[in-house]
Nanobody, 115 residues
Framework: QVRLVESGGGLVQPGGSLRLSCTAS????????MAWYRRTPGKERELVAS???????NYADSVKGRFTISRTNAKNTVYLQMNSLQPEDTAVYYC?????????WGQGTQVTVSS
């Protein structure tokens, strides 16, 4: 059974930082491209950052220079370090794992940026 479990969300003040984690089971983690998406009410799901199985990264323009995606294959975990958070970063953040055009998703973790 495939499971992706996100953690690390919460409430943070503008300018603050959070680190999200997503731990996978039931897949060969090192063979999967991993990504973080986010969704806010009334908006489409947005790709935030991705990292391929070989370690190549890609970021949405809105988070470049503030967010960093990384992975530790030995721990089956992908991370999203989020710095200089702003209210517009408030969303539910989802982790995904993709292999051979098949994507799996986690349940999401809420990030709220507010003073």
């Amino acid at each position: 059974q495939v499971r992706l479990v996100e953690s690390g969300g919460g409430l943070v003040q503008p300018g603050g930082s959070l680190r999200l984690s997503c731990t996978a089971s039931g897949i060969i983690f090192r063979d999967n491209d991993m990504a973080w998406y986010r969704r806010t009410p009334g908006k489409e799901r947005e790709l935030v950052a991705s990292i391929t199985s070989s370690g190549n990264t890609n970021y949405a323009d809105s988070v470049k220079g503030r967010f960093t995606i990384s992975r530790t294959n030995a721990k089956n975990t992908v991370y999203l370090q989020m710095n200089s958070l702003q209210p517009e970063d408030t969303a539910v953040y989802y982790c995904s794992a993709t292999e051979f055009y098949t994507s799996r998703w986690g349940q999401g973790t809420q990030v709220t940026v507010s003073s």
